[in-house]
C-alpha cells in the first residue's frame, strides 16, 4: 500500500515506513492511496472470530505486510484481551459495542495493543540500526494503553504526556504506575490540547529532529494522526455489524447508524472510513460534552476553536483541536490538498474555519452538559440494570436525540469501562464518595456490578512523578534520552 499526506506534499511507499514517520513531513496525515473495498462472504459471517475480521480488512490496507507476519502480531495483540473480545449489548434499538475489555479498559486497547508490535517489525526491517522514540499526548485512554502497548518493546522509548488536571484519578493512576524500562508518564499543566500542540511543533521541528538523529532515533507517534493506530479501529465496526447479521437482528445490505463519543475525530473516522469500505452505514452521529466544537462544526460549517475550555466529567472528550478531522474533510473536500493547507492554514493563524454545512449531511452533531451525561448514566441504570461510563452515556444520548427523527438500528460505541470513572457513576446515582476506590466499592454495593481489578490498580505503586510547564517538554525529552 502506498500513502498520501492530506496537505499533498508527503508520500510513502510502504506501511512500515508510514507507521514510523508517523506525522508526515508537509505537516499533515496520511492516508491509504486507495481504500479497499470489503467483501464479507455467508461463509465468513458464520464462522469468523474477531481476529479473522482483524487479519481480513487490516491485511486488505497493510497489504504490503507479510501476512503471516501481520497473522501473528493480531493473535497475539488481542490475545490478552476478555474471551469475548467484542461483546455486544442490546438496549432496544442501540446495540452498544463493549470496547474495553483489553488491558487497559477502554477501545484504545484495540489499536495499541497491535500498533507496538507492528512498529517493531517496522523497525526492524526498515532501520535495524536506529531506535524509536514514540511521543504521545493524550487526554485520558491513549496514555495508558499506548504504555502498557510500548512496555519493553526492544529499541523503543516511549513517552507520555497528559493534563495534570481533567482526567480520572484511575486514568492518571494506569499511566504513572507502568513500570517499563522504556515507559515515561509526564504530567503537563494545562488541558490535552497544550500537549498536543506542542508536540505537534516538535514533530514539524527540523532542528529538533536533527537532535533525534544524532541520538540514533527515529521520532513517531501513538496518537490517531498515526495511520497504524486508525487501521485497526475500522475492523471492530464491521465485526459488530456482522455479529448483528449473525444473530438475525439485521439482515446483510440492511443500513444502521453509528453513534460515537469523540474528542479527537479518530473513532468516528474509523467508522466513516468502514463506510467508505463497503459497511452500510447510513448517518454517523457525533457526542460532544460542553466542549462542543465538533457540534456546532457539523450544524454550522464552521469549526472555531476561540472558545473557553472546560474540564468535564468526560475527560476523554476535552479537546478542541480534533486532529483527525483533517482526514475527515480530505475525503469530503473531493481529496483536494490544497483546499486542506488553506483551512489548516486559517486554524493555525486565527484558531477557526469554515466549509458548506451541506458537505456534512449524513454526519449529525449533538452535545450535552455535565449534568444530562449523569442523567443519562442513571437513566440506563435504571430501565436497563446496565451501567455505562459518561463518555459512553453521551453517545447514548445523542443515538435516542437521533432516532426521533429516525427509524433505524444504531451501533454505539462504548469506549471505556464505567469503573474508569466510578465517581462520576457514583453522583449519577444520587451518591458521594471520598476517594476513587470508596466509589468503586459504593458503585459495587449500589448496583451489585462487581468492578475488575481496578482497586488493584489504585493502590498499585507510583513510579512516574514528574509534572511539567508546557514549555519545557523538549527539555524533559532531551533529559530522558540521556
Do not use: W
Request: aromatic share 10%; hydrophobic share 35%.
Amino acid at each position: 500500500m502506498k500513502y498520501k499526506s492530506t496537505r499533498g506534499r508527503s508520500f510513502q511507499d510502504s506501511t512500515y515506513k508510514t507507521l514510523l514517520e508517523g506525522l508526515s513531513e508537509d505537516g499533515g496525515l496520511y492516508l491509504p492511496l486507495d481504500l479497499p473495498k470489503i467483501d464479507i462472504k455467508d461463509n465468513d459471517i458464520k464462522n469468523f472470530t474477531y481476529t479473522d475480521y482483524a487479519e481480513k480488512i487490516i491485511g486488505e490496507i497493510f497489504n504490503d505486510i507479510d501476512k503471516e507476519v501481520l497473522s501473528e502480531e493480531i493473535k497475539l495483540a488481542y490475545k490478552s484481551f476478555d474471551r469475548e473480545v467484542l461483546p455486544i449489548k442490546k438496549l432496544d434499538s442501540l446495540y452498544l459495542m463493549e470496547l474495553y475489555h483489553g488491558e487497559t479498559f477502554a477501545f484504545k486497547d484495540f489499536a495499541l495493543s497491535l500498533l507496538p508490535k507492528l512498529i517493531s517489525r517496522a523497525l526492524e526491517k526498515e532501520n535495524p540500526d536506529k531506535k524509536i522514540l514514540i511521543l504521545t499526548a493524550t487526554s485520558g485512554d491513549t496514555g495508558s494503553a499506548a504504555l502498557y502497548g510500548f512496555k519493553n518493546v526492544k529499541n523503543t522509548k516511549i513517552i507520555v504526556f497528559y493534563p495534570t488536571k481533567g482526567i480520572s484519578e484511575i486514568q492518571k493512576k494506569q499511566m504513572v504506575s507502568v513500570d517499563g524500562d522504556n515507559t515515561y508518564a509526564v504530567g503537563v499543566r494545562g488541558n490535552f490540547d497544550d500537549a498536543q500542540s506542542a508536540l505537534k511543533e516538535i514533530f514539524n521541528d527540523k532542528e529538533f529532529k536533527d537532535y533525534l538523529r544524532d541520538k540514533n532515533y527515529l521520532l513517531s507517534s501513538a496518537n490517531s494522526i498515526n495511520i497504524g493506530r486508525l487501521v485497526p479501529q475500522i475492523v471492530y465496526y464491521f465485526y459488530s455489524y456482522f455479529t448483528l447479521v449473525k444473530r438475525g437482528e439485521i439482515s446483510n445490505g440492511d443500513k444502521v447508524s453509528v453513534s460515537v463519543p469523540t474528542g479527537n475525530f479518530g473513532n468516528i473516522l474509523a467508522a466513516y472510513m468502514a463506510k467508505k469500505m463497503g459497511l452500510p452505514i447510513e448517518d454517523l452521529i457525533c457526542g460532544s460534552n460542553k466542549n462542543k466544537v465538533l457540534t456546532d462544526f457539523i450544524n454550522t460549517g464552521s469549526y472555531n476553536a476561540n472558545r473557553e475550555f472546560y474540564t468535564t466529567n468526560s475527560p476523554s472528550m476535552d479537546i478542541l483541536i480534533s486532529s483527525n478531522l483533517e482526514r475527515f474533510l480530505y475525503y469530503e473536500l473531493e481529496e483536494d490538498p490544497d483546499k486542506i493547507n488553506n483551512l489548516m492554514n486559517k486554524l493555525k493563524s486565527s484558531g477557526a474555519y469554515s466549509i458548506d454545512p451541506a458537505l456534512l449531511n449524513n454526519i449529525y452533531g449533538y452535545s450535552y452538559n455535565d449534568q444530562e451525561t449523569l442523567e443519562e448514566i442513571k437513566r440506563v441504570f435504571d430501565n436497563y440494570n446496565y451501567l455505562i461510563d459518561p463518555h459512553t452515556a453521551i453517545a447514548t444520548a445523542g443515538a435516542r436525540d437521533y432516532l426521533k427523527n429516525k427509524d433505524t438500528k444504531v451501533l454505539v460505541a462504548s469506549t471505556a469501562s464505567p469503573f474508569k470513572f466510578a465517581g462520576s457513576i457514583v453522583s449519577a446515582l444520587g451518591e458521594t464518595c471520598s476517594d476513587e476506590i470508596s466509589a468503586i466499592d459504593l458503585v459495587e454495593d449500589l448496583t451489585g456490578i462487581r468492578a475488575k481489578n481496578f482497586k488493584k490498580l489504585l493502590n498499585s505503586e507510583i513510579k512516574q512523578k514528574r509534572q511539567i510547564e508546557k514549555s519545557d517538554i523538549k527539555e524533559v525529552i532531551r533529559e530522558i534520552l540521556k
